[in-house]
């Protein structure tokens, strides 16, 4: 059974961190482009950040370029979202996801449509 299950959500305060974990089973993750995605209340679900199988690239939203940094250790099946310099804007419920490459040299797509497998979600919440 293929599976992603969240870790690390909570209540920070704003200019805090927080790391999420999101752990593959079932599948292996060096197979897939890789995101973290979120969604607040009333509002449409929108991509953070992204690794790209190939190159190990990077794409992220403007929004949390320079605060949010994505990863992955293949040895562990786990990818990670660094999340510093927390904003209240920031709250919302955060998703990872994956899909399968299409080739060696595809980038990673913000777009939530193109992931096959979503974990749980996990909520985060900034406040003072």
């Known amino acids: 059974q293929l599976q992603l299950v969240e870790s690390g959500g909570g209540l920070v305060q704003p200019g805090g961190s927080l790391r999420l974990s999101c752990a593959a089973s079932g599948f292996t993750l060096d197979n897939y482009h890789i995101g973290w995605f979120r969604q607040a209340p009333g509002k449409e679900r929108e991509g953070v950040s992204c690794?790209?199988?190939?190159?190990?690239?990077?794409n992220s939203a403007n929004s949390v370029k320079g605060r949010f940094t994505i990863s992955r250790d293949n040895a562990k099946n786990t990818m990670y979202l660094q999340m510093n310099s927390l904003k209240p804007e920031d709250t919302a419920v955060y998703y990872c996801a994956a899909y399968p490459i299409i080739s060696l040299v595809s980038l990673c797509e913000l777009s939530p449509s193109r992931y096959n497998y979503w974990g749980q979600g996990t909520q985060v919440t900034v406040a003072s």
């Open positions: 690794f790209s199988r190939s190159g190990g690239r990077t």
